[in-house]
């Protein structure tokens, strides 16, 4: 056995007991090298687990493919496990902690016979942060080494600085819960029917069983940089958010930074880094999918991005939706989930241009345009590091962040949301955050298109009660000291409104900037608006559609405001609040009734 590189007494102590209950046959302390990824990376092409690509078109990269059952976050199987029922809330599944425990003891009693265990040091955020955000991940698979070294900061350097610090760290263990008995065959995605994501957010530790896929197994990600930390966040006054950040800078060199929220598979990652077809007009990409936010001495909100990589949304993704992801992926170093391989050893997917005449599909069967399914999973994934991002910000690496000047709600609604509209203020704000809805997504286990709330975008991300949470979206005004123009303002989005005959209203995509700009317009106390019940929107005539193919028909639908539309919204957010009882606070109730009386005088 090798010789533990740490004395962390803690890191210690937890690992041995992780390998008394899960038995591997080896422990390996990852270091991060570029030597240890060649190794793991070779191992898992040479067992079949991953196919390198040609390195003359996707350099030391690679092509995962999952079990057919195992392709996304398991929504009904993660658990919020608070010493009290009450503090998870009625929107996460809860079971206690003790039983909880005995549970999962049962199922990583030997789980990791046959295989290796992976200690994982790893940082969410940078290392010279103030308060570095350890983390540990014990792990079974090697595919989720390799992604962590992606996704996070993550090796020897990390432990150093963890023991040197004397700091504590997130205790996240992994297992895919599939042991191998002696001188039997792995198969190339172990998985186990029986899944559990579980949080324990009192003592900060994640357990997570039977599943490979992302959002489930790279544990630094939803489960730490989400699901605990948003409790760490509620109780230290800060924000842990399921955000975009970027840097947009107009013609006249102002800058701005922006925060979005938008649920799983609904355009954080393509915002983040758009190519806006407003000529003069430059974004640069801080972070697609999580923010850390805090309120600085100046009472401005700051964001910073923990993570390290992009683990997204490949469907879709090309050179006319998202160059600058393309030009990312181009430089290599990356693995690819669920896509199709093309005969020449590159990825393809749909959206990608027109579709070669043959491919190996994401279930390893042959494709061709005339095959009746898609050929990638549309929740296949690429994971690739941020650094090579063509138009990555330098505040990225910044550990004070970014301070934001705005914060776009989003959501995918067919009807009745109009393209932008602006809050009234902090806590109407807080009001289309706390309703936001949006049609489910392949990113869950789940139907896909039915319309659901999803407050903030962090509906399978709240590490607690959701009313609490929305309180604490409230108190946190006061970071601003009393100056509300500190506050960030807040806009609500709507990128995927349909016309009668199904198409979408709104190009999207670069054509994005366009909605940027009057929002900049807006920050700066100009851009016209109308006041409707639901906020301000924009007049037609205040969107800069300068060389823009939309018709005036299709503008004007896009930024409707359907009185009878939001009448049946009412009774929809009435259920919606009345879930949380006592805990929902009250000036969101007035924010309702205030509504309600406005569309009734519409
Ligand atoms: P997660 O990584 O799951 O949190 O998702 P995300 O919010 O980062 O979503 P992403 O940007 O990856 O977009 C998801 C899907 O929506 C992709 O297939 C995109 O092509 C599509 N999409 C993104 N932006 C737009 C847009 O402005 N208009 C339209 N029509 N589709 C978009
Ligand atoms: C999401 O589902 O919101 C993601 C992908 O960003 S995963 O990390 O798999 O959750
Ligand atoms: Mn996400």
Redesign the pocket.
């Given at each position: 056995m090798q010789q533990p590189p740490t004395s962390h007494p803690r890191l210690l102590a937890w690992v041995d007991e992780v390998a008394a209950m899960t038995t591997p046959d080896r422990i390996v302390w990852c270091d991060g090298s570029e030597a240890e990824w060649t190794g793991i990376t070779d191992a898992l092409v040479d067992s079949g687990a991953l196919v390198r690509l040609d390195p003359a078109k996707k350099p030391n990269s690679f092509w995962a493919r999952t079990d057919p059952g195992d392709v996304a976050r398991v929504e009904e199987r993660t658990f919020i496990c608070s010493v009290d029922e009450a503090d998870a809330g009625p929107t996460n599944n809860w079971m206690a902690p003790a039983e909880m425990k005995t549970t999962m003891t049962e199922l990583y009693r030997g789980c990791m016979r046959g295989r290796t265990m992976y200690v994982v040091p790893f940082c969410m955020g940078p290392l010279d942060a103030p308060q570095p955000m350890f983390g540990v991940e014990l792990t079974d698979s090697p595919y989720v080494v390799a992604s962590m070294r992606i996704m996070t900061r993550m090796g020897a350097g990390v432990l150093t600085a963890l023991e040197e610090a004397e700091a504590d760290f997130v205790p996240a263990l992994h297992s895919v819960g599939a042991p191998l008995s002696p001188g039997e065959e792995d198969v190339a995605w172990p998985c186990n029917e029986t899944k559990y994501i579980s949080h324990f957010p009192e003592t900060r530790e994640i357990w997570s069983f039977g599943s490979g896929y992302g959002g489930n197994s790279l544990l630094g990600k939803k489960c730490y940089a989400l699901r605990i930390a948003s409790v760490a966040a509620r109780d230290e006054g800060w924000l842990a958010e399921?955000m975009l950040i970027m840097k947009l800078t107009s013609p006249e060199g102002q800058v701005r930074y922006i925060a979005g929220a938008?649920p799983?598979?609904?355009?954080?990652?393509?915002?983040a880094m758009l190519e806006p077809t407003l000529p003069g007009w430059k974004v640069e990409t801080v972070g697609?999918?999580i923010a850390w936010m805090r309120f600085g001495s100046d009472g401005r909100l700051w964001a910073t991005n923990p993570e390290f990589g992009l683990?997204?949304?490949a469907?879709?993704?090309d050179f006319h939706?998202n160059p600058n992801a393309m030009r990312t992926l181009a430089q290599g170093n990356s693995v690819f989930t669920n896509v199709a391989l093309t005969d020449d050893g590159d990825i393809w997917w749909e959206?990608m241009g027109s579709p070669p005449p043959h491919l190996t599909d994401w279930k390893n069967q042959d494709w061709t345009p005339d095959s009746t399914t898609p050929s990638s999973h549309p929740n296949s994934r690429f994971c690739t590091p941020i650094a090579q991002c063509p138009i990555l910000a330098d505040e990225y690496h910044d550990p004070r962040g970014v301070p934001i000047d705005a914060i776009l709600f989003g959501g995918r609604r067919k009807t009745t949301v109009p393209l932008v509209t602006e809050a009234r203020d902090w806590v109407h704000g807080v009001y289309l955050g706390a309703t936001l809805s949006s049609e489910t997504t392949a990113?869950a286990v789940g139907q896909v298109g039915v319309v659901r709330r999803d407050p903030m975008a962090m509906l399978p991300f709240i590490g607690y009660h959701a009313g609490d949470y929305f309180q604490h979206w409230i108190d946190m005004a006061k970071g601003a000291s009393g100056d509300a123009a500190k506050l960030p303002k807040v806009f609500y989005v709507n990128?995927?409104r349909r016309g009668d005959d199904g198409r979408?209203l709104w190009p999207?995509?670069g054509e994005?900037s366009r909605v940027l700009k009057w929002i900049v317009e807006r920050l700066d106390g100009k851009g016209e608006a109308v006041e409707t019940a639901i906020g301000h929107v924009p007049t037609p005539n205040a969107l800069d559609v300068t060389g823009l193919d939309i018709t005036p028909e299709d503008l004007a639908a896009v930024l409707e405001v359907d009185r009878d539309e939001w009448l049946a919204e009412i009774p929809q957010v009435t259920e919606w609040f009345t879930k949380f009882g006592d805990k929902l606070p009250a000036v969101l109730w007035a924010e309702l009734d205030a509504l309600r009386a406005r569309l009734a005088d519409a």
């Open positions: 399921h938008f799983s598979a609904c355009g954080k990652t393509n915002l697609d999918d683990f997204g949304v469907p879709g993704t939706t959206g990113a990128w995927f979408f999207g995509f994005n």
